[in-house]
């Protein structure tokens, strides 16, 4: 009777593990609500030397992250992706060609401020950042 205890523990605890593992993993790569939406075009960073600063944007550019993986834009290089990944907590592809060409973006999201930089990194520092669009 005791063996049949600890067998049955021992099943338990590992399946209690296995679904607790799976549900991690599917967690991370699903995309933040938060991140779905249109977000408007503030601001680029970039340096020609240490510190580097933020510029102004032409205002009514924009991007739109639907919630089913669709991407739409206004202006380059974002305008060239027809749809969106979220990789991990950290990175996000836009996929021009499916299976063939994507660009690949750290992402900070705090608020409603969402920044993205292009990786690999460029040499200036640049990044984008977009406020949410309500």
């Not at 639907?66 to 739409?72: E, W």
């Amino acid at each position: 009777m005791n063996k049949s205890l600890c067998l049955a523990v021992i099943v338990l605890t590992t399946f209690t593990a296995l679904v607790n593992c799976r549900k991690s993993r599917t967690s991370l790569i699903n995309e933040p609500e938060s991140l779905q939406g249109r977000w408007n075009y503030a601001a680029h960073f970039y340096s020609i030397g240490p510190p580097g600063d933020w510029h102004p944007v032409n205002a009514g550019q924009w991007i739109d992250l639907h919630n089913n993986g669709v991407l739409s834009s206004n202006f380059a290089p974002y305008s060239s992706a027809g749809s969106y990944q979220v990789m991990d907590s950290m990175r996000l592809k836009l996929i021009i060609q499916p299976g063939r060409d994507s660009l690949l973006y750290i992402y900070s999201l705090r608020g409603d401020t969402l920044e993205l930089i292009p990786l690999p990194f460029c040499m200036e520092g640049c990044k984008d950042r977009f406020l949410k669009h309500w």
